[in-house]
């Protein structure tokens, strides 16, 4: 309890606390929001892809002086472009086309950063620093989460027909592939938004775990949107006092939080119901002699 008070009055004292604890709930939220129709279109590992792909654009945008923004998003819409266009002109399967050009933009942005002696620390790219968030930082995740809402809110329709049922979605006259292409690119502005948080290495972690928690609890779409932006705003807050308090760093102590919550539900959750089962094991019968 000490710790949480000493926690709470560095919240009202520290301005960067402040920053830090109202950027980490809204790329939580965000991150929950967008992660559920990733894996519903069983698309993580393309989540994972754009994560890392948007590094080379992120050593460009220093290189030149322009807005990471601009730079991850050309380098993230580029990645997905590549993926489709090698998985639909060849005989080679998604996944295979999503290793090759991840790993090799991941490398790109190694290279890139490594010319850009960017004052950034590379650490911090990988692995984020919620700490040091600046107010320009703050205004993009704000604005990147307005963004995700109106984008969720004008396409859920579209949006939920082709996450359950392409097929269908093409033959009522949906135009999936453009909307395949726009949920990539708002992927890719949570990814870069996140960056500051986690880091490009574990932002599939936060697009990923919170969403896929809350699909263990609920089968409408609609509570799992709630569940899954609850889960990560949870996670970005408990993580960030943990952070705070045992002087952990904040990327990794936000994703084990949410790990955590990930653990509770597959154990308890009703739709999983692990230990349910469990314990309803049939006990074997006893032979008769």
């Given at each position: 309890?000490?710790?949480?008070?000493?926690?709470?009055a560095?919240?009202?004292?520290?301005?960067?606390?402040?920053?830090?604890?109202?950027?980490?709930?809204?790329?939580?939220?965000?991150?929950?929001?967008?992660?559920?129709f990733?894996?519903?279109?069983?698309?993580?590992?393309?989540?994972?892809?754009?994560?890392?792909a948007?590094?080379?654009?992120?050593?460009?945008?220093?290189?030149?002086?322009?807005?990471?923004?601009?730079?991850?998003?050309?380098?993230?819409?580029?990645?997905?472009?590549?993926?489709?266009?090698?998985?639909?002109?060849?005989?080679?399967?998604?996944?295979t086309?999503?290793?090759?050009?991840?790993?090799?933009f991941?490398?790109?942005?190694?290279?890139?950063?490594?010319?850009?002696?960017?004052?950034?620390?590379l650490?911090?790219?990988?692995?984020?620093?919620?700490?040091?968030v600046?107010?320009a930082?703050?205004?993009?995740?704000?604005?990147?989460?307005?963004?995700?809402?109106?984008?969720?809110?004008?396409?859920?329709?579209?949006?939920?027909?082709?996450?359950?049922?392409?097929?269908?979605?093409?033959?009522?006259?949906?135009?999936?592939?453009?909307?395949?292409?726009?949920?990539?690119?708002i992927?890719?502005?949570?990814?870069?938004?996140?960056?500051?948080?986690?880091?490009?290495?574990?932002?599939?972690?936060?697009?990923?775990?919170?969403?896929?928690?809350a699909?263990?609890?609920?089968?409408?779409?609609?509570?799992?949107?709630?569940?899954?932006?609850?889960?990560g705003?949870?996670?970005?807050?408990?993580?960030?006092?943990?952070?705070?308090?045992?002087?952990?760093a904040?990327?990794?102590?936000?994703?084990?939080?949410?790990a955590?919550?990930?653990?509770?539900?597959?154990i308890?959750s009703?739709?999983?119901?692990?230990?349910?089962?469990?314990?309803?094991?049939?006990?074997?019968?006893?032979?008769?002699?």
């Amino acid at each position: 309890m000490t710790s949480i008070s000493m926690f709470i009055a560095a919240l009202g004292k520290y301005d960067f606390l402040q920053s830090a604890l109202i950027t980490a709930i809204m790329v939580g939220v965000m991150s929950g929001l967008i992660g559920c129709f990733i894996i519903l279109r069983g698309m993580s590992m393309m989540g994972d892809a754009i994560s890392h792909a948007v590094l080379p654009g992120v050593a460009v945008a220093y290189m030149f002086g322009l807005n990471v923004l601009i730079g991850a998003s050309v380098f993230g819409v580029l990645a997905a472009g590549l993926i489709g266009l090698v998985a639909t002109h060849s005989k080679i399967k998604t996944d295979t086309s999503i290793g090759i050009v991840f790993s090799a933009f991941y490398a790109l942005g190694f290279i890139l950063i490594s010319m850009a002696e960017s004052a950034t620390n590379l650490h911090h790219i990988l692995f984020g620093n919620i700490l040091a968030v600046s107010d320009a930082d703050m205004m993009t995740t704000v604005v990147v989460l307005g963004l995700v809402i109106v984008f969720i809110v004008f396409f859920y329709k579209e949006l939920l027909i082709t996450s359950f049922d392409a097929t269908f979605a093409r033959t009522y006259g949906l135009k999936v592939r453009y909307l395949h292409y726009a949920l990539m690119l708002i992927l890719t502005l949570v990814t870069v938004s996140a960056l500051q948080t986690v880091g490009i290495i574990l932002v599939v972690a936060m697009l990923i775990t919170p969403a896929a928690t809350a699909f263990l609890w609920t089968d409408k779409l609609v509570t799992m949107l709630i569940l899954a932006a609850t889960v990560g705003a949870g996670a970005s807050v408990v993580g960030l006092y943990l952070s705070y308090t045992l002087n952990w760093a904040s990327g990794p102590a936000i994703v084990l939080v949410a790990a955590g919550c990930f653990g509770i539900s597959f154990i308890f959750s009703p739709k999983q119901a692990l230990l349910p089962r469990l314990w309803r094991q049939p006990k074997p019968r006893r032979s008769v002699a």
